[in-house]
C-alpha cells in the first residue's frame, strides 16, 4: 500500500515568514546602499577637483599662473562643470599667479546636503570641506 502526499501550496504562516524576512533584509540593507550612494558622490567630487589640480599644475608649468578658464584646463565646458552624477557642480572660483581655489558644491536639496555641501582645495594642497569639515576622509 502506498501513501501519497501531495503539497498543494504554501501555507500563509509560511509566506508571512518570508515577507517578515524580506522586511528585515530591506530594512538592514536599504540605509547602507543609501550610504554607499553617497560616498560615490563624494568620491566623484573629489576626483574632479584633484583632476583640475592636476591639470593647474600643467598649466602653471607651461604659463606661469593659474587660470579660472576650465577650456584651457582641458574640460569641454565654460566656467564649470557637472559630475557625471548630476550631484556636484565643479569649478574654480579663484585664480592668480600663485593660487588657485577649486571648489566642488553640491547640488540637491537632500540629507547629503547637511553633511557635505562643499569641498575645496587650493593650489597648496589644502583641503576643505563644509558644513562637516572631515569629508575629504569621511568613510560614512
Not at 599644475?57 to 587660470?67: C, D, G, K
Request: net charge neutral; aromatic share 10%; with cysteine.
Amino acid at each position: 500500500m502506498r501513501i501519497q502526499h501531495y503539497m498543494r501550496g504554501v501555507t500563509l504562516t509560511e509566506l508571512m515568514i518570508v515577507v517578515v524576512v524580506v522586511g528585515i533584509l530591506a530594512a538592514v540593507a536599504y540605509p547602507n546602499y543609501r550610504d554607499f550612494a553617497a560616498r560615490s558622490k563624494r568620491n566623484e567630487a573629489k576626483a574632479a577637483l584633484l583632476q583640475i589640480a592636476t591639470n593647474q599644475e600643467r598649466f602653471y608649468l607651461q604659463n606661469n599662473t593659474f587660470t579660472t578658464d576650465m577650456m584651457q584646463l582641458g574640460f569641454d565646458v565654460g566656467a564649470g562643470f557637472i559630475t557625471d552624477s548630476d550631484s556636484y557642480s565643479v569649478s574654480v572660483t579663484a585664480a592668480d599667479a600663485n593660487n588657485f581655489t577649486a571648489v566642488a558644491t553640491y547640488q540637491n536639496a537632500d540629507n547629503e546636503a547637511t553633511k557635505c555641501q562643499t569641498f575645496q582645495l587650493d593650489a597648496r594642497g589644502n583641503r576643505s570641506s563644509a558644513p562637516l569639515v572631515d569629508c575629504w576622509t569621511r568613510t560614512r
